[in-house]
Nanobody, 126 residues
Framework: QVQLSESGGGLVQAGDSLRLSCVAS????????MGWFRQAPGQEREFVAA????????RYADSVKGRLTISRDNAKNTVYLQMISLKPEDTAIYYC???????????????????WGQGTQVTVSS
């Protein structure tokens, strides 16, 4: 069982930056591929970014390319989501997720991940 805990969300203005963190409670963090998803009110949870176990492979949703960057520190059991040039449409609850091994064909699907955090709220005002 892997427990995930996100932090770093908040209320910011359009154009600001935030860095989200997700800490995993496992001794085998480097066996897990990690993903970030988000869910806005009344909408389905959507893929944001994913990173492989050794951070050699990253994938992004088209809507966030160039503004959001996923990274990880395996020594700290932590995955990050650096967000710049935030827009009101980035407002959502952001979730991190984990799975054993990187899913090269299904990394953007929620049912591809076995473990989820509780989420952290990001609100971007215009």
């Amino acid at each position: 069982q892997v427990q995930l805990s996100e932090s770093g969300g908040g209320l910011v203005q359009a154009g600001d930056s935030l860095r989200l963190s997700c800490v995993a409670s496992t001794r085998a963090f480097d066996n897990y591929a990690m993903g970030w998803f988000r869910q806005a009110p009344g909408q389905e949870r959507e893929f944001v970014a994913a990173i492989s176990q050794s951070h050699s492979t990253t994938r992004y949703a088209d809507s966030v390319k160039g503004r959001l960057t996923i990274s990880r520190d395996n020594a700290k059991n932590t995955v990050y989501l650096q967000m710049i040039s935030l827009k009101p449409e980035d407002t959502a609850i952001y979730y991190c997720a984990a799975r054993l091994g990187f899913a090269y064909w299904t990394y953007a699907q929620t049912d591809s991940y076995n473990y989820w955090g509780q989420g952290t709220q990001v609100t971007v005002s215009s």
